[in-house]
């Protein structure tokens, strides 16, 4: 389920110190200078992020702008750019999930003003948008499974180029990543496992989108991969109950690639169920973080469960869980940042959307604000004791909500809801 | 009712009167049927026919050593699986699954020593837990609680010991269900899960029994999905006449799942059913209240994905059914019987706890279903009597049949006169409900 990729590019990753808007709260670096290491020179990690204090509050409640309500299909995931978003669809509800929803989101309310019907899919679960928005690219389930390529030269009208479609990806694409590694684009799917057929990554090469080319694949995932994350030519694998995996597809500069990447480290975090990443760089740098949601059980529709958990790259060959964040009664999907701001935003399925703030260092904390998992005898900082929650959205309705996939774009946070469609959001001032 | 045909086979050298305790006996059967759902999965009525449950068993002693076998050939007959609305598991949705080809494959040893009986039985076979399997039962159709109420086709390792009226059972098995009918079980996951169960026998008849079984990753045979916590309760009746037979079974079943040892789904059924034969005609009714959990719906509305796609499900729907059942007198040519049979079902389904996403009226059209159903039960030969239970485990010794056994008295189904049947308990061949 997830794509975030889709909004990196344009996801207000603006890294240059000279926009942060967070020059008085400082998180100005403990530290400056490269911060690389022999498993990876290529990887600066940047200062040590500078601890905060943050003063206690209740979280605001983000402001409701609109909704484009869809009930004839569950609403998957969504990708954003521009004044225009599109969201996917799931399962079947009165119809197959087989639509991919184009929307103007110029305004407050989100039009629909368009459709995709793509043929063969029960499930168009992942979308994503290209670093340069050329290209649209859409993952299917079930079988045979495959990714949907369109040219986003009209982004209101994609144009198909590809279905990219083979044995190795069935029975079904569940998430489809794009990244570029060294000026080449690549899709990283993440494989459905059938039967005792086990789950597998398939890279495939976007460099030519009408005849996209599959250069690695890989059985992994306990059971399942189900998302990954690529950045600086890092590739970071959701692989549910063993954990994180960082690969070196070309960023570390010791000849790794897509097409022959090397393992650089892994990391199990509490509860497993790893589901999917986001590797924060932020405004200073810094790049010590990254975020991990956990897909535990849920109920579609109304239960769900799961933590954000925050991991410490600090060595990238031993990565180390060293903060969470918890919604009682909610359990989190997919996220999108505000890295400007330093702000992440989680859907939360059936509790709406959290916006957190991931300024400075998230790994050290009072005593207080610590908790220890007595099973693994692990201590970490509570975000929410922290005082890191900042606001919910679409929390508190009169009906329930289900919340997929968010993104964070222009000021506005763009949520898929699969009971209601597509809220657009004020974003976390 | 009760008969017990033991196939001597004397042809193993010794003279047969000095030879130790030896038998086999060999059964198979087909049931051809034609089923209409109105509606179901299609969310319109649908008709299908074909060879249902066909199968072949075989059941051989010799001296302390036993065997068990029983080959389903469901694979070949229905790839697709048998229309059953409100039926679910192993990736089939309102179709129950086809089983696997080697649906049981056991041997085991049996002793007794002061007063006490114990068997062990090794192999592929049904974990010591909840009722009969249904096709060992009065009904073609199978109840919406099979995978609440029995757990099959695993590898297991299974000791009991009885002692007067009561038998304790304990089995350890892998908890990974089949993916296909020819899928081979993960060895290397055995031992994973385990069940008990006692069962008291009061009096002649009447079986009381409880069990507990805890099952690892059923549905990702992988491992690290969901696991489950399941108990049953089960009262079983049947007596055999002269000319007539009576049976009864009530049963409660509750099914926990649990991701991180956490309860996230409680499934429960509450089953009763009963049947009577005079004259040879069978009448059986069946009443059930079964949970069932709700999982994301394919292209085909009859499958869902194996292993799921994750931890999560659609909510839990809950499935009210009666089930009458009509048996006329079985036709016998030869070493084959016949009997023909009628049921029909109303089937009404509502939301459960919790409800998730199921809403009847979106899937199906309807709140409430039919399904009538027409065939003909064809057998040769004995059946496993209670097919779930091995060795001193089954109450009657495990080769007795509480269904219509077709194999005519007095003939010898094994060519050769060094075959030797015997018929035990009511030896009536004049009971029609027996044959």
């Not at chain 2, 192993?90 to 006490?116: C, I, K, M, N, W």
């Not at chain 2, 045979?221 to 079974?249: I, L, P, T």
Request: net charge neutral; glycine share 10%.
């Amino acid at each position: 389920m997830h794509s975030l990729t889709a909004r990196r590019g344009f996801a207000a990753v603006t890294l240059s110190a000279l926009l942060c808007a967070c020059g008085n709260d400082s998180t100005a670096p403990s530290g400056s200078g490269p911060n690389t290491s022999a498993v990876c020179p290529g990887i600066n990690l940047g200062p040590a992020p500078s601890r905060l204090t943050l003063p206690p509050g209740a979280p605001a409640t983000m402001a409701i702008l609109g909704n484009g309500l869809d009930t004839v299909r569950y609403q998957a995931e969504v990708a954003a750019r521009g004044t225009i978003a599109y969201t996917t669809s799931w399962g079947v509800r009165r119809v197959q999930g087989n639509k991919v929803s184009i929307w103007d989101v110029s305004g407050n309310v989100p039009v629909l003003i368009d459709s995709l019907i793509l043929n063969g899919a029960t499930t168009t679960g992942d979308i994503a948008v290209s670093d340069d928005g050329r290209l649209l690219v859409v993952a299917t389930e079930r079988a045979p499974g495959s990714i949907f390529v369109y040219d986003l030269t009209n982004p209101r009208k994609p144009a198909l180029l590809s279905v990219y479609s083979t044995g190795n990806t069935n029975p079904g694409v569940h998430t489809a990543e794009v990244g570029r590694v060294n000026g080449k684009l690549y899709a990283f799917l993440s494989i459905d496992p059938v039967g005792t057929i086990p789950a597998r990554l398939v890279t495939v090469d976007l460099s030519a989108p009408a005849s996209p080319a599959e250069v690695f694949t890989k059985v992994i995932g306990n059971p399942y991969v189900h998302d990954t994350f690529v950045r600086n030519g890092l590739l970071f694998l959701a692989l549910w109950n063993d954990g994180v995996q960082i690969w070196d597809i070309g960023g570390c500069g010791t000849g790794a690639s897509p097409e022959s990447p090397k393992v650089l480290g892994t990391v199990k975090t509490l509860g497993g169920d790893v589901h999917n990443i986001w590797w924060y760089n932020d405004p200073n740098g810094s790049k010590r973080f990254a975020f991990v949601g956990q897909e535990g059980f849920g109920v579609v529709g109304s239960q769900s469960s799961g933590d954000i958990h925050v991991i410490d790259l600090s060595d990238l060959s031993a990565p180390k869980e060293v903060a969470f964040y918890s919604v009682p009664g909610a359990g989190t999907h997919n996220f999108s940042v505000d890295e400007t701001n330093g702000v992440l935003y989680a859907a939360y399925y059936n509790g709406g959307v959290r916006a957190i703030d991931v300024r400075g260092d998230l790994g050290t904390c009072d005593a207080s604000q610590r908790a220890l998992d007595a099973s693994s005898n692990l201590s970490r900082c509570d975000l929410r004791l922290m005082g890191r929650e900042l606001a919910t959205g679409i929390s508190n309705l009169a009906k329930p909500v289900y919340v997929w996939g968010v993104q964070y774009l222009n000021g506005s946070v763009y949520a898929s809801d699969m009971l209601n469609g597509i809220w657009k959001l004020g974003a976390v001032k | 009712m009760r008969i017990w045909i033991l196939v001597t086979v004397a042809a193993l050298a010794a003279a047969r009167d000095s030879a130790p305790a030896q038998s086999v006996s060999v059964m198979a059967q087909a049931i051809p049927v034609v089923t209409r759902a109105d509606p179901t999965a299609t969310r319109a009525a649908l008709s299908e026919g074909y060879v249902s449950q066909p199968a072949v068993m075989a059941h051989g002693e010799w001296n302390w050593l036993r065997a068990v076998a029983t080959l389903n050939l469901e694979g070949l007959t229905l790839a697709r699986g048998e229309l059953s609305t409100g039926a679910n598991g192993e990736g089939f949705v309102d179709r129950r699954h086809p089983h696997t080809y080697a649906h049981e494959l056991l041997a085991g040893a049996q002793a007794s020593v002061v007063g006490v009986v114990g068997s062990m039985f090794a192999g592929r076979g049904f974990a010591p837990f909840g009722s009969d399997d249904p096709m060992v039962r009065p009904f073609e159709k199978y109840p919406v609680n099979h995978h609440l109420s029995q757990v099959l086709e695993r590898v297991v390792a299974i000791g009991a010991l009885r002692r007067g009226p009561a038998i304790v059972e304990v089995g350890t098995f892998n908890g990974d269900e089949p993916v296909s009918p020819s899928s081979a079980p993960h060895f290397s996951r055995f031992g994973d899960s385990w069940a008990a169960r006692g069962t008291v026998l009061p009096v002649s008849g009447l079986e009381l029994s409880a069990s507990a079984a805890s099952v690892k990753s059923p549905e990702v045979a992988a491992g690290s999905g969901v696991d489950q916590r399941k108990a049953s309760v089960v009262a079983r009746f049947e007596r055999v006449g002269m000319s007539d037979w009576r049976y009864a079974m009530a049963e409660w079943a509750r099914t926990d799942e649990r991701a991180a040892g956490r309860l996230t789904t409680r499934l429960g059924s509450w089953l009763g059913e009963a049947a009577a034969c005079r004259a040879g005609v069978i009448a059986a009714a069946r009443l059930e209240r079964t949970d069932r959990p709700e999982e994301e719906a394919q292209t085909d509305p009859f499958r869902t994905p194996r292993p799921p796609i994750d931890l999560s499900n659609l909510g839990v729907s809950r499935w009210t059914t009666l089930t009458l059942s009509l048996s006329s007198p079985a036709l016998l040519w030869r070493f084959l019987s016949g009997r023909p049979f009628v049921e029909v079902a109303r089937i009404a389904a509502a939301p459960g706890d919790p409800p998730g996403l199921f809403d009847a009226n979106r899937r199906y059209g309807a709140r409430r279903m039919w399904m009538l159903s027409a065939g003909v039960r064809l057998r040769s030969g004995a059946m496993h009597a209670r097919m779930g239970r091995y060795g001193v485990a089954a109450p009657d010794g495990g080769m007795t049949m509480p269904m219509p056994m077709p194999m005519p008295m007095g003939t010898d189904s094994v060519a050769g006169e060094s075959h030797m049947m015997q018929m035990h308990q009511p030896t009536s061949s004049a009971n029609p409900c027996i044959l």
